[in-house]
């Protein structure tokens, strides 16, 4: 492989965002890392679509949950390609809890906790150096609106929550060595894993709010990742920047022509 093509290592990449991402990644010219944990066929079968196309890509397995792991995987990387130029924290180490506040358990709200964090802390805590000798690199974090919501989900919300402020500080110590950093936050994307959890009510909620009038799909979401990792978008750094087809401010104007009253008449 050509020492100019950029490094692009997307984790928790053989599905869903991840894999939308690294598809639009390796379309762009990146070489791509397929990170994945145990789906290792479909890791193959994302690598096939953009060798496909014409790119160039390659699944490595590992739990980035786990230091040494990571280390591993990173060093694969720099002895195969010689740099990392773009880090895209994506892997969803643990499923969020529905659960009423009351009915969640210790165990499963810092598992959810800790993974966010232990994958976003070990891959930055391995990249970063490597991106800080050369001075340039992009680092995007995957988070959610749900990390401003209080609707539920107390473990993705707070694990979301802190990943926002955790990509801040990074932002705040990379800038000096020409290393951008920012957190793109989804609301609802159609993935197998929130087919499981919508209702045909939240699909059509959601759809009724998007400017898209649909729910969000993968490509939606790793469109503006590409975006941010672009060299030319190098000006925006430690912002959270919310991908939620509208979702917002058109539920505030659902909610305001609702309960909007008739006019009265005028007065003669």
Request: hydrophobic share 45%; aromatic share 6%; charged share 20%.
């Amino acid at each position: 492989m050509s020492q100019t093509k950029q490094v692009a290592l997307v984790s928790g990449s053989s599905r869903g965002i991840g894999a939308a991402t690294a598809r639009g990644l390796g379309e762009r010219g990146y070489h791509v890392i397929v990170n994945y944990l145990k789906s290792a066929a479909a890791a193959k079968d994302v690598v096939s679509a953009i060798t496909s196309a014409g790119g160039s890509a390659q699944a490595i397995q590992a739990d980035v949950r786990d230091r040494e792991q990571v280390r591993g995987l990173v060093e694969q990387i720099v002895r195969e390609h010689g740099q990392i130029d773009v880090l895209v924290c994506n892997a969803n180490t643990a499923p969020p809890t529905f659960e009423p506040f009351e009915e969640v358990m210790w165990g499963a709200f810092i598992a959810k906790f800790d993974g966010e964090l232990a994958g976003a802390f070990h891959l930055t805590h391995s990249v970063l150096p490597i991106m800080r000798e050369r001075r340039a690199g992009r680092i995007v974090y995957i988070s959610s609106i749900s990390g401003d919501v209080c609707a539920g989900q107390v473990a993705h919300s707070t694990a979301k929550s802190a990943l926002n402020r955790f990509s801040r500080h990074v932002a705040a110590y990379a800038g000096q060595f020409g290393i951008s950093v920012n957190t793109v936050a989804p609301g609802s994307v159609k993935t197998d894993s929130s087919d499981t959890v919508n209702s045909p009510e939240i699909i059509q909620y959601l759809s009724e709010r998007s400017v898209f009038a649909r729910q969000m799909v993968p490509n939606d979401v790793a469109n503006v990742i590409a975006s941010v990792v672009d060299v030319r978008f190098a000006a925006v750094t430690g912002q959270i920047i919310t991908v939620d087809a509208g979702m917002e401010v058109l539920a505030q104007q659902h909610m305001f022509v609702s309960k909007r009253k008739p006019l009265e008449p005028a007065a003669d």
